[in-house]
């Protein structure tokens, strides 16, 4: 799950005593709620569950191409999870945890974990981009991923998170992230993040994809696979010891260079820009290098800034936060460390509005958005993605 807070806003999150505004968390009282900025789930076997069944029949008409705007559905009771399986510590509590201090550096045997539920959460990711298709409710998308996750002993860490009353995120065309899964039909032509993150032996496994539903226009396409390139180049640069201001002149470097092959290829491949996340994660404050913002803009797709990446391990949201816009804070990365990176790209505005439930966030425009995320370990000489 990503979060909230662009830089000006950053400082003023880590003062609170008692944030409302975290890692993964929703725009609540600390900020408006709903307004637009200018002034609204181990390598344990667990088998997929059966076909699913179609909760509405499907729209079938294919007159109209243009997309209606998101509209939240019918949300249904929460997922029962068995007792004997092990729960994470936030539950009980309908106040979402503040950020937590402490960088995740697990040992030998907490990074065995680590990988045991980042493989589990990639698995159960995989499985739920099966379902993806015309007439199916993002509803049933969460009962599959829920029981998939169940069913290999963990624990839907979204489930019971500062009231979000679901076991996966699912966030549909102009949704930015945290979508609550509800019962409404996906179309032909939308776009769907679906967020997974599983607590299994203890430790938090998160990860994120931008997938497609039937016949998606080229624009959107567009915007996936740069969103895709953009987490991958970002993870490329990481290693121990990488240096922030290091990291801007490397990419800048790389982006001269697919700028230039981009003017050759521009008839036959228009709008085919490549963008790249820069981060650097030592400090609470890290943020992402400013160059990717100014490139993703140059070529019509927004950053968001608002939401972050974070810390992830024992505890779900921890320091540093990984910001994915233009900022020139310093740091360096720690081998050892366990962190998501998780970019949000738009095709439009990246202000954004928040639904009365507190977390279904959008873009204030209307227009798509799309995220990838992955949960990462810093190496000696690079980074080892956990939930490839």
């Not at 993150?197 to 080229?218: I, Q």
């Not at 970002?234 to 922030?244: E, N, R, S, T």
């Not at 709008?271 to 400013?290: F, I, P, R, S």
């Not at 202000?351 to 990462?376: R, V, Y």
Request: glycine share 8%; charged share 25%; hydrophobic share 35%.
């Amino acid at each position: 799950m990503a979060s909230v807070a662009s830089l000006s806003q950053a400082a003023a999150i880590l003062q609170l005593s008692s944030s409302r505004l975290l890692v993964g968390a929703p725009l609540t009282s600390s900020f408006p709620s709903v307004s637009d900025d200018e002034g609204d789930a181990s390598a344990m076997d667990s088998k997929p569950t059966k076909d699913l069944p179609v909760e509405r029949e499907l729209n079938t008409s294919t007159t109209s191409k243009r997309r209606l705007p998101l509209r939240r559905g019918r949300v249904s009771p929460r997922l029962l999870v068995p007792d004997h399986i092990p729960k994470p510590p936030y539950l009980g509590s309908n106040e979402l945890p503040e950020i937590s201090s402490e960088y995740q550096i697990p040992d030998a045997e907490g990074i065995g974990h680590m990988r045991a539920a980042c493989e589990l959460a990639a698995r159960v990711l995989d499985y739920a981009g099966t379902l993806v298709r015309p007439s199916v409710t993002t509803n049933e998308i969460d009962k599959a991923v829920h029981q998939m996750i169940i069913d290999a002993g963990a624990y839907p860490s979204p489930l019971g998170y500062g009231r979000f009353p679901k076991s996966v995120c699912t966030s549909v065309n102009e949704c930015m992230c945290h979508g609550i899964p509800d019962s409404r039909q996906l179309q032909d032509g939308d776009i769907i993040n679906i967020d997974v993150t599983v607590y299994l032996n203890g430790y938090h496994g998160d990860t994120s994809k931008t997938f497609l539903c039937g016949n998606v226009d080229d624009s959107m396409k567009r915007l996936v696979k740069v969103t895709e390139e953009c987490l991958e180049k970002g993870i490329a640069v990481c290693k121990d010891g990488a240096l922030f201001r290091k990291i801007g002149k490397r990419i800048r470097a790389m982006l001269d260079h697919a700028k230039n092959n981009d003017e050759i290829r521009r008839e036959s491949e228009p709008h085919e820009k490549q963008v790249y996340v820069l981060y650097d994660t030592a400090l609470a404050k890290n943020c992402l290098d400013d160059f990717v913002s100014e490139h993703a803009e140059k070529f019509g797709y927004g950053v968001v800034d608002r939401f972050v990446g974070h810390g992830v391990g024992t505890v779900f949201h921890s320091e540093p936060l990984i910001y994915h816009h233009r900022n020139d804070q310093p740091g360096f990365m720690v081998e050892g460390q366990t962190f998501t990176i998780e970019p949000i790209l738009t095709l439009g505005s990246i202000k954004c509005k928040t639904w009365e439930d507190n977390w279904t966030t959008l873009t204030a425009d209307g227009s798509p958005a799309a995220q990838f995320e992955h949960t990462i370990l810093i190496t000696r000489t690079g980074a080892e993605i956990l939930t490839r």
